[in-house]
Each structure stands twice: as structure tokens, then as C-alpha cells.
């Protein structure tokens, strides 16, 4: 009698191979079979064992996609014939990710799943840039937005603007223009510090900082993914560099490295 195999669900961080977990790591040493999404750097399948069969599922903005169902189904299936599958999402599976709607399709089909957190790029993007996303006496909360819904309905901009803190956007690059103006009308200062990271934590990171009202106008052509930061931690980006944006108003960067190097401080002292 063949065994039912088992999920696991797996959180491949937001870019940077260094930001994997161990457990995810030992996840994906794991698995028989990996589906895997585009938004995960292919770079963390350097843990996956040699003869796994990988399978790619993207669904881009804009792109055709492979169709939720049927990787659920698939999913579904290969566990069923008694292998470890392995589901490999960016960031963190359960931060709009759709890691919740496979648990409970692999659940009610009997099978076991585990998961394996991932850095969020929510948190990691950010920091990339040196803004925290919350700091004692800047922003007191963060809220995890995303820009985009089943039904196309717009976020409640006059809410987020009242909750103020740290607002992160995932999503957003193609509302950019509503975002901000939704903001702006709901109450946020047009001069509240703006950020737009572009490919985070990667080799091609790119990012503008610059007022609200004028962040849509400043961060044309970049390309995505990309996350929009609202708020006063902002002004924190690269705190010490002389490029606070309250002194430079706008900055852009581009193509900077972000790939930890131990002798970076000593070699720029
Ligand atoms: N589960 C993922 C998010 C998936 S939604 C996580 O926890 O990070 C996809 C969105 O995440 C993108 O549209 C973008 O807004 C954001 N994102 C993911 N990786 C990113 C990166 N390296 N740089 C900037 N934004 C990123």
C-alpha cells in the first residue's frame, strides 16, 4: 500500500539567498517535487536535492499564469502517490501569498502540511535601504496593504491615512499614482517621506525616496517587484550617508549591492 506523502510550504525570503531559514532550507532538501513561483529567487534551489523535479508555476502581474487550482490539484496529487512536495513562494508564504488557501486545499484532502516561514519582504525590503519598519517615537504600528484585490476594489485610503505609522504596500507598483493621491486625500500630508524599493535586497535593488505627492511622478520606469514604504521611518533610509531626504528631497539608486560584505565598513573607513 503506498503512503500519502506530505506539503510542505515554504517561504523562499525576498530575494537575497542568504535570507532563507534553515528550516527552510532543511525543507527543501526534502521534497520530491517543487512547485515553484517566480517570484522566488531560483538561487535557493541550490538546496534542493539534485533529482528533484521542479516545477514552475509564476504568475506575474500582467503575465499568463498558472491557474491556482491546478497547482492546488497537482499539489494534491503528487502527495497522494507518496511524495514530499514542497510549494517554494517569495517572502513569507502567508503574507499574501496564497499559502492559506493551499493548506486548507491540501488539508481537506487529507494531506499533512508544514510550514516554513519566510523574511517578508514587507520587513527585509525596507531594511535593505536601513529604514525600520517600525522605530520608537517615528511609528508605533506598520500595516501590510496590498494594492490589489479579488474584486479591484481600492484600499480604504482615509483609514490607512488615519492609522498613520509605517504604511507597506505590496503590489502597488502599477497604483502608485492612486495610492499616493488616495493617501493625500485621506488625510496623509503630501509631504509625508515616501519610498519606492525596486528588486530588494538584490543585485539590481533600485529605490526612490521622495514625498508623497510627488513619489508616483519620481519612481516612473521602475520595474518591479517593488514595495512602496509610507511614512516617517522613511527619513531613515541610510541614516549617516548624508542622504536624508529631508535634506535632499529626492534620490534615486540605482543598482546597488546589498549582498552582505563583512569588510564593507572597514574598507570605507
Ligand atoms: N509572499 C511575499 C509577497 C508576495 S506578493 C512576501 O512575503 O514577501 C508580491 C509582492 O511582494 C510584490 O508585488 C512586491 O510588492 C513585493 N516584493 C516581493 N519581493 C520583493 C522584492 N525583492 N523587492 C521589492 N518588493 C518585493
Same mark, same amino acid.
Given at each position: 500500500m503506498k503512503t500519502t506523502g506530505k506539503a510542505w510550504l515554504i517561504g523562499a525570503g525576498p530575494g537575497d539567498p542568504e535570507l532563507l531559514t534553515l528550516k527552510a532550507v532543511r525543507a527543501l532538501g526534502e521534497c520530491d517535487v517543487l512547485f515553484v513561483d517566480d /517570484?522566488?529567487?531560483?538561487?535557493?534551489?541550490?538546496?534542493?536535492?539534485?533529482?528533484?523535479?521542479?516545477?514552475?508555476?509564476?504568475?506575474?502581474?500582467?503575465?499568463r499564469s498558472t491557474p491556482q487550482e491546478f497547482i492546488e490539484r497537482s499539489m494534491v496529487h503528487e502527495a497522494r502517490s507518496g511524495l514530499t512536495v514542497g510549494r517554494v513562494? %517569495?517572502?513569507?508564504?502567508?503574507?499574501?501569498? #496564497?499559502?492559506?488557501? =493551499?493548506? /486548507?486545499? /491540501? #488539508?481537506?484532502?487529507?494531506?499533512?502540511?508544514?510550514?516554513?516561514?519566510?523574511?517578508?519582504?514587507?520587513?527585509?525590503?525596507?531594511? !535593505?535601504?536601513?529604514?525600520?519598519?517600525?522605530h520608537r517615537d517615528v511609528a508605533r504600528s506598520v500595516t501590510f496593504v496590498t494594492a490589489h484585490t479579488r474584486d479591484g476594489e481600492a484600499p480604504d485610503y482615509a483609514a490607512l491615512a488615519r492609522v498613520g505609522g509605517t504604511l507597506v504596500?505590496?503590489?502597488?507598483? +502599477?497604483?502608485?499614482? =492612486?495610492?499616493? *493621491?488616495?493617501?493625500?486625500? %485621506?488625510?496623509?500630508? %503630501?509631504?509625508?517621506? *515616501?519610498?519606492?524599493?525596486?528588486? +530588494?535586497? /538584490?543585485?539590481?535593488?533600485?529605490?526612490?525616496?521622495?514625498?508623497?505627492d510627488r513619489i508616483a511622478?519620481? !519612481?516612473?520606469g521602475l520595474p518591479g517587484p517593488?514595495?512602496?514604504?509610507?511614512?516617517?521611518?522613511?527619513?531613515?533610509?541610510? #541614516?549617516?550617508?548624508?542622504?536624508?531626504?529631508?535634506?535632499?528631497?529626492? #534620490?534615486? =539608486?540605482?543598482?546597488r549591492y546589498f549582498y552582505p560584505d563583512p569588510d564593507f565598513d572597514r574598507r570605507r573607513a
Amino acid at each position: 500500500m503506498k503512503t500519502t506523502g506530505k506539503a510542505w510550504l515554504i517561504g523562499a525570503g525576498p530575494g537575497d539567498p542568504e535570507l532563507l531559514t534553515l528550516k527552510a532550507v532543511r525543507a527543501l532538501g526534502e521534497c520530491d517535487v517543487l512547485f515553484v513561483d517566480d /517570484l522566488a529567487n531560483p538561487a535557493v534551489l541550490a538546496h534542493a536535492r539534485y533529482d528533484a523535479r521542479r516545477i514552475a508555476v509564476g504568475k506575474r502581474a500582467g503575465c499568463r499564469s498558472t491557474p491556482q487550482e491546478f497547482i492546488e490539484r497537482s499539489m494534491v496529487h503528487e502527495a497522494r502517490s507518496g511524495l514530499t512536495v514542497g510549494r517554494v513562494k %517569495g517572502g513569507d508564504p502567508f503574507v499574501f501569498g #496564497r499559502g492559506g488557501e =493551499e493548506m /486548507l486545499a /491540501l #488539508r481537506a484532502a487529507g494531506i499533512e502540511v508544514e510550514i516554513a516561514s519566510g523574511v517578508t519582504a514587507g520587513c527585509a525590503v525596507p531594511a !535593505a535601504l536601513g529604514i525600520p519598519v517600525t522605530h520608537r517615537d517615528v511609528a508605533r504600528s506598520v500595516t501590510f496593504v496590498t494594492a490589489h484585490t479579488r474584486d479591484g476594489e481600492a484600499p480604504d485610503y482615509a483609514a490607512l491615512a488615519r492609522v498613520g505609522g509605517t504604511l507597506v504596500f505590496y503590489m502597488g507598483l +502599477g497604483a502608485l499614482d =492612486e495610492i499616493s *493621491a488616495g493617501l493625500v486625500a %485621506g488625510g496623509l500630508p %503630501g509631504t509625508t517621506p *515616501a519610498c519606492v524599493v525596486s528588486q +530588494g535586497t /538584490l543585485p539590481r535593488q533600485a529605490s526612490v525616496v521622495s514625498p508623497l505627492d510627488r513619489i508616483a511622478l519620481d !519612481a516612473k520606469g521602475l520595474p518591479g517587484p517593488a514595495l512602496i514604504v509610507v511614512g516617517d521611518v522613511v527619513n531613515l533610509a541610510n #541614516r549617516g550617508q548624508g542622504r536624508n531626504i529631508s535634506e535632499i528631497g529626492v #534620490r534615486v =539608486e540605482i543598482s546597488r549591492y546589498f549582498y552582505p560584505d563583512p569588510d564593507f565598513d572597514r574598507r570605507r573607513a
